[in-house]
Nanobody, 122 residues
Framework: VQLQASGGGSVQAGGSLSLSCVVS????????MGWFRQAPGKEREFVAA????????YYADSVKGRFTISRDNAKNTVYLQMNSLKPEDTAVYYC????????????????WGQGTLVTVSS
């Protein structure tokens, strides 16, 4: 299973970016999918997750109301639309496929993408 994240870049505060994560290989579209991020010098943290149907979404409090996670199972792709970006959103963003456990736990995910860098300047 491979996860390929893309869409990162540099943007000014208040701007928007859209991340994509393409999933390939032997996996089921019934996996819950998540986005995590890791800022310099900090631990990786949960950002958002979406159920296999797309009907249920979960967000960290820090991004709620600004970020939107979605998925297109026909394209094996998960998206993260990020609006009203803040300098504290600067981090490497990772997509991941859930195996079991709480959706906000890193240990609940068994496949990870390579990460894409998002830089927000003030």
């Amino acid at each position: 299973v491979q996860l390929q994240a893309s869409g990162g870049g540099s943007v000014q505060a208040g701007g928007s970016l859209s991340l994509s994560c393409v999933v390939s290989g032997r996996t089921s579209s019934r996996n819950l999918m998540g986005w995590f991020r890791q800022a310099p010098g900090k631990e990786r943290e949960f950002v958002a997750a979406v159920s296999w149907s797309g009907g249920s979404t979960y967000y960290a409090d820090s991004v709620k109301g600004r970020f939107t996670i979605s998925r297109d199972n026909a394209k094996n792709t998960v998206y993260l639309q990020m609006n009203s970006l803040k300098p504290e959103d600067t981090a490497v963003y990772y997509c991941a496929a859930h195996r079991s456990g709480n959706y906000y736990d890193l240990s609940a995910y068994n496949y990870w993408g390579q990460g894409t860098l998002v830089t927000v300047s003030s």
